[in-house]
């Protein structure tokens, strides 16, 4: 798995790299924010499990802290991963600049459809969590 999420960096770094100077932030947050919010969904799906509606109903700061306990974690880790240690996208780059072209093809799809599902993921989950409450 970590390989293909580096392999997934690399890729967004590489569409984003001259609007983020080469830096890899744009990567970064895109990649943290796919997973958080895979994550995310996850949490909010368990949490109808664990917790009766009229507890969700009466606790305003679960929604919050469900947010920050999913989200926040994954940017730090991918900043100090990513960005703060320079030259990750030089030797990414080496690694993969050789890849033939059918390939590097499949995998930018299936990098696509892996950065879409957690947002398709939201708007059913979104209606389920309606119906219940």
């Not at 994954?74 to 033939?100: C, L, M, P, T």
């Not at 892996?114 to 939201?122: E, G």
Request: charged share 20%; aromatic share 18%; hydrophobic share 45%.
């Amino acid at each position: 798995m970590k390989s293909y999420i580096d392999y997934a960096y690399y890729r967004i770094s590489k569409l984003y790299y001259k609007y983020d100077s080469g830096t890899g932030t744009y990567a970064m947050l895109i990649i943290s924010l796919t997973e958080g919010l895979f994550l995310l969904e996850t949490m909010i799906f368990l949490s109808r499990f664990l917790f009766s509606t009229k507890q969700l109903e009466d606790s305003k700061f679960i929604g919050p802290v469900i947010v920050v306990v999913s989200m926040l974690p994954f940017f730090i880790i991918n900043y100090i991963k990513y960005v703060r240690a320079k030259g990750k996208y030089d030797a990414f780059d080496n690694h993969w600049k050789n890849e033939s072209g059918s390939n590097k093809m499949l995998k930018g799809f299936l990098i696509f459809i892996s950065l879409l599902v957690p947002w398709l993921l939201l708007f059913p989950l979104n209606m389920y969590i309606q119906d219940v409450i």
